[in-house]
């Protein structure tokens, strides 16, 4: 068994759900924390029967729903010298969060919603958001439909394969590789899907 497996597992066997549950909420607000990871590692234990799969969808969806809606008041109510003066202890550097904020004023909704499929939007998602200024009703539309296609699609994967241990591994060695092959269809079929529904209407 992989070493990275060995080491999450009993953290998921200690803490269960109210552990995978602060991982993911933490990670949402900028700390470098195995929020994908853990939900990978759950859904592979709820497939052999340890963990409940729905507790597990649920707790990581809510978990990251909140994480990032109190990110988004940090950002909004702080202010960026404040979070960068003091975020840096955790990775949240004058860089990174410009970056983030650059894209969700460019995308906006869009990327929000697909924000959590990538390390540095996943992390700086809500505070970026905050600190640009995004409508905050805007922002938990997307923020949920990006949280219910996240957690949906590694649980759903790690859940049907999780009884393979070998295939655990495979995952999450290629997170980023899925993620760049899935995410793109998404959003060109959202896309497609919206512009149907327009042309339809007129």
């Not at 109210?18 to 470098?32: I, W, Y």
């Not at 939900?39 to 709820?46: D, F, K, S, T």
């Not at 009703?137 to 994967?157: D, E, K, P, Q, S």
Request: proline share 4%.
């Amino acid at each position: 068994m992989p070493v990275w497996l060995t080491q999450l597992e009993p953290l998921v066997h200690e803490y269960g759900l109210p552990g995978l549950f602060v991982d993911v909420l933490l990670e949402a607000l900028g700390m470098p924390l195995p929020g994908e990871t853990l939900i990978i590692v759950a859904a592979g234990l709820a497939a052999l029967g340890q963990l409940s799969i729905t507790g597990v969808a649920l707790t990581a969806f809510f978990a990251a729903v909140v994480g990032d809606n109190i990110g988004y008041l940090i950002g909004r109510k702080l202010g960026r010298p404040l979070i960068v003066r003091h975020g840096s202890r955790w990775g949240i550097t004058h860089e990174r969060l410009a970056a983030a904020e650059d894209i969700i004023q460019k995308r906006g909704p869009i990327i929000v919603a697909f924000a959590r499929f990538f390390v540095l939007l996943r992390q700086l998602n809500g505070i970026a958001a905050g600190t640009a200024g995004m409508h905050w009703l805007r922002f938990l539309i997307a923020n949920m439909i990006g949280a219910a296609l996240w957690v949906g699609l590694w649980t759903t994967i790690a859940y049907h394969f999780g009884k393979d241990v070998t295939f655990l591994p495979l995952i999450w060695h290629h997170l980023a590789l899925v993620a760049m092959v899935v995410v793109p269809f998404l959003l060109a079929g959202s896309v497609a899907s919206a512009l149907f529904v327009w042309m339809k209407a007129r």
